[in-house]
């Protein structure tokens, strides 16, 4: 069966220090891998997402980049955290277009 | 791109009677409309979803329904209990297949 495992689960990182968050999807191929971010009370924003190794489309620029070195590896990157970067940061992936999203349980990122 | 709009963003319900959560969406080529349930603290759940080419789809107590002349579609949960409170968001599938999601409905069932 297909699993997805994402960390840390928490984060506290001061202003200015870079973020390393990972996803890793298991028992799959080549799935369809997303980063999206909620803000407290709010809705989910994507943020980027990768239809294959090396392949990143992303949807709202900001300090944040995001890249896929395998094909079941997925990573989200700062170089300079900012406070306006705290939320709640989730990976998901889906195996095709026909299906819906499958997310992991989350990090919880404070910018202090 | 796509722009989906749900409605109401709260709501409040006795136990045992139904909530009906609304949404829209912009791009006419989506053809996928998956409702999550996330409760506090937690990860978004999968609980119906609906394609392009059915009207209505139904698992016990959750029925999702898609016009899609009028391009809206709703979640209507009946027989609330008081786990049905969190907070629930529909989303579409927009032409390059990536889910774009409402706001979110918050649900709270009082006993």
């Known amino acids: 069966s297909q699993t997805i495992h994402q960390w840390p689960a928490t984060l506290v990182q001061p202003v200015g220090s870079p973020l390393s968050l990972e996803c890793t999807v298991e028992g799959t191929s080549n799935p369809n891998l997303y980063w999206y971010r909620q803000a407290a009370g709010r809705g989910l924003q994507l943020l980027f997402y990768s239809v294959g190794i090396g392949q990143i489309s992303s949807e709202v620029p900001q300090n944040l980049s995001a890249s896929r070195p395998q094909d079941r590896q997925f990573i989200l990157s700062s170089k300079k955290l900012l406070l306006s970067d705290s939320g709640f940061y989730l990976c998901?992936?889906?195996?095709?277009?026909?299906?819906?999203?499958?997310f992991g349980s989350g990090t919880r990122l404070t910018v202090v | 791109g796509e722009n989906v709009e749900q409605h109401p963003s709260t709501l409040s319900v006795q136990e045992g009677d139904s909530a009906v959560i609304k949404c829209t969406y912009s791009d006419s080529a989506s053809n996928y409309f998956p409702w999550y349930k996330q409760e506090l603290g937690k990860r978004p759940q999968l609980i119906i979803d609906?394609?392009?080419?059915?009207g209505e789809k139904k698992d016990q107590r959750i029925a999702v329904t898609l016009n899609k002349t009028a391009k809206h579609f709703s979640l209507h949960i009946t027989e609330t209990q008081p786990e049905d409170s969190a907070v629930y968001f529909c989303a579409a599938a927009d032409s390059w297949g990536k889910l774009q999601f409402g706001a979110g409905t918050q649900v709270v069932v009082t006993p």
């Open positions: 609906i394609r392009s080419n059915v």
């Open positions: 998901a992936w889906r195996p095709d277009s026909r299906y819906g999203y499958t």
